[in-house]
């Protein structure tokens, strides 16, 4: 009798936990794994969204610890892979979330470089007063080490220059993953307009170490991978593959900063072909 007992437990246990496993793999993977970070607080991980309108999550990821996201199923809620399984994750729970880093990095057909560029309508503004907009803009967003080879030419509304942003990359020390000082991405950018109009032009993406201790510089961004760290091997993949999202993320950011600077509103995505200005 007790051998038939624990028989019928063990069935009422798998019964129990097979149709959870069955809930969380109906989950998609839509996108390539990105690696983000959780926020101060613990990130709770769902199995199904049942789970989620009880607030009942499988196990918490702690603060400021990695999380693989491979797919969203809405706005508010993200597709997470840990050990194999997928989950819910509410992006809120993340501190650098951004969806856009799932679409392919846009390479010019010419060039074969990561390339962000566009032309942007500002009806019933003239040429003078975007490039000042526009210089203002430079001058607030790049302290003036981080601008090289500047190039300012108000007769034709052309602004050209190198920029520099800091690199950020993220490793382990004592049992904590910590971001820390990686250097330098430079970009060159090039800023031109006319009445009602600009374009912009953000390509050459480059890492240089920069002098930081036990780095070497990775070289350009549209490297699937570089050996930051003197390894190889699939230790040397991942830490490129995360500075690649961050600065390429910057930049973005960067194109949507600019918009408002130019346009006074909110930045939108999409705008005219930049062969058309």
């Not at 693989?68 to 706005?75: A, E, N, R, T």
């Not at 969806?99 to 560029?117: F, H, K, R, S």
């Not at 330098?184 to 993406?205: C, E, M, P, Q, S």
């Not at 070289?219 to 999202?245: C, H, I, M, R």
Request: glycine fraction near 8%; include cysteine.
């Amino acid at each position: 009798m007790p051998a038939q007992k624990l028989m019928k437990a063990a069935l009422l246990c798998c019964a129990c936990w097979l149709p959870l496993v069955a809930t969380a793999q109906r989950l998609r993977e839509t996108a390539a794994p990105i690696t983000y970070h959780v926020g101060l607080h613990k990130a709770p991980l769902y199995r199904s969204f049942g789970d989620t309108v009880i607030n009942k999550p499988s196990f918490y990821l702690p603060s400021q610890s990695e999380a693989v996201v491979v797919g969203k199923v809405s706005p508010r809620w993200a597709v997470a892979k840990r050990e194999g399984f997928l989950y819910l994750l509410p992006v809120r729970a993340l501190s650098d979330y951004d969806p856009e880093d799932a679409d392919p990095l846009p390479l010019d057909a010419q060039t074969q470089l990561i390339t962000y560029q566009g032309v942007v309508a500002v009806p019933g503004v003239s040429e003078a007063d975007l490039y000042a907009r526009a210089a203002a803009w430079v001058n607030q967003t790049y302290n003036p080490a981080d601008r090289e080879q500047e190039h300012l030419n108000p007769a034709t509304g052309e602004l050209a220059l190198i920029g520099r942003r800091p690199a950020v990359v993220r490793r382990v020390y004592e049992g904590v993953l910590r971001s820390s000082y990686g250097g330098v991405v430079r970009h060159t950018l090039a800023i031109y307009v006319k009445d009602g109009r600009y374009k912009y032009v953000f390509t050459n993406l480059a890492h240089d170490a920069a002098g930081t201790p036990q780095m070497q510089s990775g070289g350009p961004l549209e490297q699937d991978k570089a050996n930051l760290f003197g390894y190889v091997g699939l230790g040397s993949t991942k830490p490129w593959t995360d500075l690649k999202q961050e600065a390429t993320r910057d930049v973005r950011h960067l194109t949507y900063s600019l918009q408002e600077a130019m346009t006074g509103q909110k930045a939108k995505k999409g705008g005219k072909d930049p062969r058309d200005f």
